[in-house]
Nanobody
């Protein structure tokens, strides 16, 4: 069974930065796409950023130029550097990892941006 543990959420002011990390553990042969999603109150979960094993990235338009996704395959970790945070970035952020052709989700970490 694969488990994902996220860290790095918290409270930050507008314009500030946070870095989220997600570590995968368990018996894993190969990792495919690693990504971050978020869900704000009353809204659907949406893709924030994703990074394939080949290095291709996909970002939501709303975060382009502000967020950067990275991964460390040896450590089975995916990170999300979030800069210039806005009020509308407030949400629960979820890590999603495709491992051995199955998708797994983290438990979520709260990011709150205040004015």
């Amino acid at each position: 069974q694969v488990q994902l543990v996220e860290s790095g959420g918290g409270l930050v002011q507008v314009g500030g930065s946070l870095r989220l990390s997600c570590v995968a553990s368990g018996s894993i042969f190969s990792i495919g796409v690693m990504g971050w999603y978020r869900q704000a109150p009353g809204k659907q979960r949406e893709l924030v950023a994703a990074l394939t094993s080949g290095g291709n990235t996909n970002y939501a338009d709303s975060v382009k130029g502000r967020f950067a996704i990275s991964r460390d395959n040896a450590k089975k970790t995916v990170s999300l550097q979030m800069n210039s945070l806005k009020l509308e970035d407030t949400a629960v952020y979820y890590c999603r990892v495709v491992a051995d052709l199955a998708a797994y989700w983290g438990q979520g970490t709260q990011v709150t941006v205040s004015s």
